[in-house]
């Protein structure tokens, strides 16, 4: 006796798979900003269609000295 849970497979064609796995089938016109801010830090996260990009930066003082640092990447989804 198979115990073992069935489950009905079907065939997909390329543009159902890119409806179901996120790919870009139309033309996207939403847009995201987002800020971060805090004391010696500042952050933004941007969207628009399917291109996300984040920049952010900080700087920290010491008796030892000052240190920065900074970030930017993109994401294509």
Do not use: C, F, K, R
């Amino acid at each position: 006796m198979n115990l073992a849970p069935q489950v009905e497979t079907a065939e997909l064609t390329d543009a159902d798979l890119e409806s179901v796995s996120g790919g870009q089938a139309g033309v996207s016109a939403g847009l995201a900003v987002g800020v971060h801010a805090e004391p010696g830090a500042l952050g933004a996260h941007i969207e628009a269609g399917p291109l996300g990009i984040t920049a952010g930066g900080g700087v920290t003082a010491s008796l030892q000295g000052v240190s920065a640092d900074g970030h930017l990447s993109a994401t294509l989804y």
